[in-house]
């Protein structure tokens, strides 16, 4: 049997096809925080190197709170025992401090006296908890951080050893810490219980990957077998593009396993951009079918005829599509990078697929105008007036339309702001994000910077002058606004210094006997239980120390100001080769997106620059080709512009898409000015050829269009921020895009060429 070169070539792609999905059977899904740090970040090197002094570890953080009265009574802090005791038996976890655990010291004669704050076995009397409370509150090391000042919020602190264990070790810690909090609000139903901390963040990155994928992909395929069917009435053509949509999200997926990238809320969103960019082309290519065949053609010989006309703006579209998402390798962090080159692959299979699967379908389809069909035809046509125009007309056009977008950009610029925070990545759908918001409003925030004071010297830290510079510095952070709590060893050993001295609070500061200062230090390591020493405070040649400062709900620039502030305080204030360096999640989060910024705004800046290059190369006309950005970047200014004054924040997500936008928006472009040029070139006036743009074009363009819109409107449908953030910043534009090539674009078209 002959089979035709048109059938040989469907054959292959599907073949490439079903090799790139077979790569799915090697996708790992990624709940690691430092995926989103490449491993050559100087902030993940930082906080590495401060895991490697102080131990690796997860947080896991309870939030006990009563509204009707305080905790101060006896049945709640048996609550708080009952949780604590669970906490500390769930595997892995290393350490668990609470009010009624916390490790508290007292003079009893001549003899210091240190155990649980809440004597373990006593049920306190009025005048015991009277005592408690007072105490409590007279103590940095526990107001504000183990029990809120009002007394109605306390926290369980648990401390993961994150040291060699795997994902999967990890996951069931959460597990067991998530059903523990089911336990305790079935016991005791009176008290209100949140779970966040680190370690709940990591779980929710991994259900977020798993939430979009599983949700979003599928009402993406079934959206797009819809929308094929509503347009073009073909159940046939609609099976099909279920199943060539289906192929290619496996196949984008798939490269995911092939190039050993895991899976992460960023790139678990390639299929969907790539089934967009398919559908799209497909538009083109199913419309020039269609007119074919009304002309008279076979479907065999229309399906030919469109892919010959279609072949080199698919190609170009192609081309400006991969330009603009692998801009995304600018970006910093790498699954920004890993979103990019997968789409990059998905983008080139749905160019293969649209001039070799789909014309196969198309020549065994019967694919016929709908009512939508004829409206989107409809509104072309009569857009085709528009180069029949007085020139004066086209000339206020595209001043107003600069000037508005211009105006609409500033308007934005000027109520925005630069930040992002990693905590409202996730919305109300997420217990963590509920139980942090919960935490940060009523006791501590979830952001904190941990700051190493390093002496200079082994053994530094049980010098005076060292230990007066820390106190220092822990009350120079407490006065600060952007710090909630300080956790500072330095609060101790003032304690036991009195203790002492016979609880004489004139004695209630870090000793000035340097013999003194390392007996305390020794007393602080040898006599506690273990999960209560300082070993995680202290570093084993005793040369630094650890300083913890609490955050409320602070942005990511402030974030990255205590950081430097903090830094640059101790520095100026210590003496000798004394230093302070300050890392943490957050602080990674903080500069990781702004570096992601700033790399963008090369990327966009390149993707602009090849775009131009490459459009001026294919039409040989210098004129068109800069011409032709016009109408892109001016619909990305006035995008902006418009979620400056809704959102009123831009972070990396925004920074990142801008770049995506310009190699999508571009696709219209290139199908209404190639169709223009070639017009132009076969001796036709510039009306003429401009309503030979919106014939042969226009249509195709509305309904790509709109297909897109619908498309990254679904990822809309995420609760996850990075997600809904480019689908509807990326829909914002692509809508913004299509009435600037409708309107600007051919009245640029006019005054330059006049």
């Keep these: ?119 373990r076995g006593t049920t306190p009397d009025a005048a015991a908890l009277a005592r408690l409370r007072s105490e409590a509150q007279a103590d940095p090391r526990i107001a504000g951080l183990l029990v809120s000042p009002d007394g109605r919020t306390a926290g369980v602190y648990a401390t993961v050893n994150a040291q060699g264990i795997d994902d999967a070790e990890t996951a069931e810690v959460y597990r067991r810490a998530y059903t523990l909090t089911d336990e305790f609000r079935a016991r005791y139903p009176n008290l209100a219980i949140h779970f966040s901390g680190t370690l709940a963040v990591d779980q929710s990155f991994q259900r977020a990957s798993l ?102 703006p698919i190609a170009f579209t192609a081309l400006t599509t991969v330009i603009g998402f692998a801009s995304l390798n600018f970006a910093d962090s790498p699954p920004f990078r890993h979103l990019g080159n997968l789409v990059m692959v998905g983008v080139v299979l749905a160019a293969v697929c649209s001039v070799t699967l789909l014309p196969a379908v198309l020549s065994r389809t019967n694919p016929r105008r709908t009512a939508l069909y004829a409206a989107a035809r409809a509104l072309a046509a009569r857009l085709a007036a528009v180069g029949h125009w007085p020139r004066r007309r086209h000339a206020v056009l595209v001043v107003s339309a600069i000037t508005a977008s211009l105006a609409l950009a500033a308007l934005g610029f000027a109520q925005t702001r630069l930040d992002d925070n990693f905590i409202k990545f996730f919305g109300p759908s997420y217990p963590m994000r509920l139980a942090s918001d919960y935490s940060a409003e009523r006791l501590v925030g979830s952001y904190y910077v941990e700051y190493v004071l390093d002496s200079g010297s082994d053994g530094g830290i049980d010098a005076p002058t060292f230990l007066h510079q820390v106190a220092d510095f822990c009350a120079w952070l407490r006065a600060r606004d952007d710090v909630a709590h300080a956790i500072c060893l330095t609060d101790t050993l ?209 309904l790509t269009s709109a297909i897109l819109v619908t498309g990254f409107l679904v990822l809309g449908l995420s609760d996850f921020a990075v997600t809904w953030t480019m689908g509807y910043f990326a829909a914002l534009t692509i809508a913004l895009a299509l009435l600037f090539d409708l309107l600007v674009l051919p009245s640029l078209l006019v005054l330059v060429e006049a």
Aim: glycine share 8%.
């Design 211 to 312: 939430t979009d994928g599983e949700r979003l992909n599928p009402l993406m395929v079934l959206l797009f077998a819809l929308i094929a069917l509503l347009v073009w009435r073909s159940v046939l053509l609609a099976l099909a593009v279920l199943v060539l949509v289906s192929l290619l999200a496996a196949a984008t997926m798939g490269a995911a396993g092939w190039l050993g990238y895991p899976v992460t809320p960023v790139s678990a969103v390639a299929p969907i951009i790539v089934m967009s960019v398919f559908v799209a082309n497909a538009v083109h290519v199913i419309h020039a079918a269609v007119t074919a065949r009304e002309r008279g053609m076979d479907a065999r010989a229309a399906s030919a005829a469109a892919v010959h006309d279609n072949r080199l």
């Design 1 to 119: 049997m002959r089979v035709s070169r048109g059938g040989l070539a469907a054959a292959l792609t599907a073949l490439a096809l079903l090799l790139a999905a077979a790569g799915l059977a090697h996708v790992a899904i990624s709940s690691d925080l430092n995926i989103f740090f490449s491993e050559h970040n100087p902030e993940r090197l930082e906080f590495e190197a401060f895991e490697d002094r102080f131990g690796a570890e997860e947080a896991a953080t309870f939030t006990l709170g009563r509204d009707d009265h305080t905790l101060w009574n006896a049945d709640d802090l048996a609550a708080l025992r009952w949780l604590t005791d669970r906490v500390a038996v769930i595997p892995h976890v290393a350490r668990v401090q609470s009010l009624v655990n916390f490790q508290f010291s007292r003079a009893v004669d001549d003899d210091i006296a240190i155990g649980d704050f809440v004597p």
């Design 494 to 702: 003032a304690r036991l210094n009195a203790n002492v001295h016979g609880e004489d609070p004139a004695f209630r500061v870090v000793p000035d006997d340097p013999d003194l200062a390392a007996q305390l230090l020794l007393l602080l390591e040898t006599s506690l239980p273990k999960g209560q020493d300082v070993g995680n405070q202290v570093d084993v040649a005793h040369r630094a120390l650890r300083l913890t400062a609490l955050t409320p709900d602070v942005s990511s620039a402030e974030l990255r100001a205590l950081k430097t502030a903090g830094e640059a305080w101790f520095d100026a204030h210590a003496g000798g080769e004394a230093s302070a360096s300050g890392t943490g999640v957050g602080v990674m989060f903080s500069f990781v997106s702004l570096r992601n910024i700033q790399g963008m705004l090369a990327g966009t800046l390149m993707v602009v620059v090849l775009i131009g290059v490459t459009f001026t190369g294919l039409l040989r006309n210098l004129r068109l080709g800069a011409l032709s950005l016009v109408p892109n970047l001016l619909p990305l200014a006035a995008a902006f512009g418009v979620w400056g004054l809704v959102v009123h924040n831009i972070g990396m997500t925004v920074a990142v898409i801008s770049a995506i936008c310009v190699g999508i928006i571009v696709d219209d472009t290139i199908h209404f000015v190639m169709r223009y040029h070639a017009r132009r070139r076969d001796g036709a006036t510039t009306a003429d050829a401009i309503a030979h743009a919106y014939a042969t074009a226009g249509t195709a363009m509305i």
